[in-house]
């Protein structure tokens, strides 16, 4: 759905070290966003870009970051991995302040 | 912070029965969006709503954005087995426009 691609579909890997999530878009949107999903929390934000060099935290930001070097690519980066970071990721692109957002099909990260 | 409250938690019919769900919320929304989630995927966009008390169709859904901006409903009439799924509401409030979103009504549907 909108061109959005995210990779990997699966990761597992171990406590302490680093995870680099990418989304690449393909439809020049202009807002693009991380959640993760957990059981009985839904889908809770981790951080946003409104532009290329833009970001900003959103309600679940601790222990993660983000770059935006270009329109297309969207980085989620887990410094130091632990155990309750472990959940599907989503990105999500929209093209406009009043556009609704559209989804990748998820990455599912384990931690060990 | 914001919060949505959408229920049912979970619903299982039978097939061809109509099944309706909402979402309210503490706080005033521009827009309810609502989106469908199948195993394995990610959600995808059913209805947006734009206009408080506006009402909109899309095939066998049907979803209301309430007169006071704090609730949003959705139908689906005649269900079918491929209507199987999580279905999340989410609102858009606030300076950043960010979305807030339920956490899912997940349907079953007995052939």
């Known amino acids: 759905d909108a061109g959005i691609t995210q990779s990997p579909r699966h990761k597992v890997t171990e406590t302490g070290t680093p995870v680099t999530l990418r989304c690449h878009q393909t439809?020049?949107?202009?807002?693009m966003y991380w959640y993760r999903q957990d059981p009985g929390h839904g889908l809770r934000l981790i951080h946003y870009?409104?532009?290329?060099?833009?970001?900003d935290k959103g309600e679940v930001s601790d222990g993660y970051s983000v770059s935006r070097s270009k329109t297309e690519d969207f980085l989620l980066t887990l410094e130091s991995a632990t155990s309750s970071q472990t959940s599907v990721y989503f990105c999500?692109?929209?093209?406009?302040?009043?556009?609704?957002?559209?989804f990748g099909d998820g990455t599912r990260l384990s931690i060990l | 912070g914001q919060q949505l409250n959408q229920s049912p938690q979970s619903m299982f019919i039978q097939e061809g029965e109509d099944v309706s769900m909402n979402c309210t919320s503490s706080?005033?929304?521009?827009?309810w969006l609502w989106y469908k989630q199948d195993p394995g995927e990610g959600p995808v966009l059913l209805i947006a709503?734009?206009?408080?008390?506006e009402l909109t169709s899309n095939g066998r859904l049907t979803a209301q954005f309430g007169i006071t901006r704090k609730d949003s409903f959705l139908n689906i009439s005649a269900s079918i087995p491929s209507d199987v799924g999580i279905y999340f509401c989410?609102?858009?409030?606030?300076?950043?426009?960010?979305?807030?979103f339920g956490k899912g009504t997940k349907l079953s549907v007995k052939p």
């Open positions: 706080s005033i929304f521009n827009t």
């Open positions: 709503l734009y206009k408080a008390g």
């Open positions: 870009s409104y532009g290329v060099k833009d970001t």
């Open positions: 989410a609102g858009r409030g606030g300076s950043q426009g960010n979305l807030i």
């Open positions: 439809e020049n949107h202009r807002y």
């Open positions: 999500a692109t929209r093209d406009g302040p009043n556009q609704p957002q559209h």
